[in-house]
C-alpha cells in the first residue's frame, strides 16, 4: 500500500530530519579530521619524533597563551618567542597557577597563525592531549616539544612564512573522579 498525501508528506519530512540529524552529527568529526589533515584553521600536526632533516634556514615561533572567561588559573607562556633552524626540535615551556583554594582541571585548546602553517607545525609532546589539574597554590611549568616541518620551504605559501605564533586557550573541565573527593573536601574546610 502506498502512502497517499499527509502521509506522504510527513515521510518524507521525517526522512529530511533524520539525514539532517546524521549530518550534523557526523559534522564535528569530519571538520575535526579534515582540520588535522590539512592544517586548516592553524590545526596542528602531530608526530612521534623529530625531523630527519634540519635547515640551515631559521623561523621565529611565537608563544601566546590566554584563557576562558570564567577559567580562574593564571597562564603564561615562560618565553615569549624562539628561533629554531626549520626541522630542529625546539622545546618550549608555559606556565600554570591555580591561585584557589580547591582543585580546577583545565583543557587547552590550540592553533597556529598563519593558517597556512599550521600543516607544518609538529608537535612531538604537548601538555594540550590531555587534561591538567592543579590542586590549590600549584605552579607547574608545562612543556611542548615540536619542529617545522622542513616540507614548508617548498611550499606554494608556506615558503612566505617567517614567524609562526602558537597559542593555547585552557578552559576550565569538570575535576576527574579522584579529585572530587579533594574539592568537597576544599569547601567544608572553608565554611
Known sequence: M???GPQKTAAQLAGVVVVMGALSWASVPFYDWF???????????????GS??????????RFDASKERDMPWEFTPVVREMEVRIGETGLAFYEA??????????QASYNVTPYTAGGF???IA?????EQVLLPGERVQMPVTFFV???????????????????????????PEGY????????????
Open 52 to 61: 630527519d632533516e634540519i635547515l640551515d634556514q631559521t623561523i621565529t615561533v
Open 149 to 175: 616541518d622542513p616540507e614548508i620551504v617548498e611550499d606554494r605559501d608556506g615558503k612566505y612564512v617567517h614567524t609562526i605564533t602558537l597559542s593555547y586557550t585552557f578552559y576550565e573541565i569538570d575535576l
Open 35 to 49: 582540520c588535522r589533515v590539512t592544517g586548516f584553521g592553524g590545526v596542528t600536526g602531530v608526530a612521534t619524533g
Open 97 to 106: 597557577y591555580n591561585p584557589t583554594d580547591r582543585p580546577v582541571a583545565g
Open 2 to 4: 502506498a502512502l497517499q
Open 126 to 130: 604537548c601538555f594540550c592531549f590531555e
Open 121 to 123: 607545525f609538529e608537535k
Open 180 to 191: 572530587a573527593s579533594l574539592e568537597t573536601q576544599a569547601k567544608i574546610t572553608t565554611n
